[in-house]
């Protein structure tokens, strides 16, 4: 899966990934290979991103994440 995280200014991660979990209005939730295409809004909280190669965490302040294809997009106001 490829994952993008972008601010109004900056991207701040391009890669591929095994595994995201992002902060949903409605709750934490896991983005796993093959998941089904979904747009949801998300609350200020971390973005957990899996790598083959480790994890890594970006705080981000709210926004919207798309899901289609395995290709992740995340539309962050900002990122902490």
Known sequence: M???ILTPDK???EGEVTAVTVPGTM???QILHDHAPIISTLED?????KT???NETFNIKGGV???LKN????L???VA
């Open 45 to 49: 909280g971390p973005v957990i991103v």
């Open 52 to 54: 083959t190669t480790g």
């Open 11 to 13: 991207k701040v991660f």
């Open 2 to 4: 490829t994952l993008e």
């Open 27 to 29: 709750g934490s939730f």
């Open 76 to 78: 962050a106001e900002g």
């Open 71 to 74: 290709k992740i997009i995340v």
């Open 65 to 67: 994440v798309e899901v």
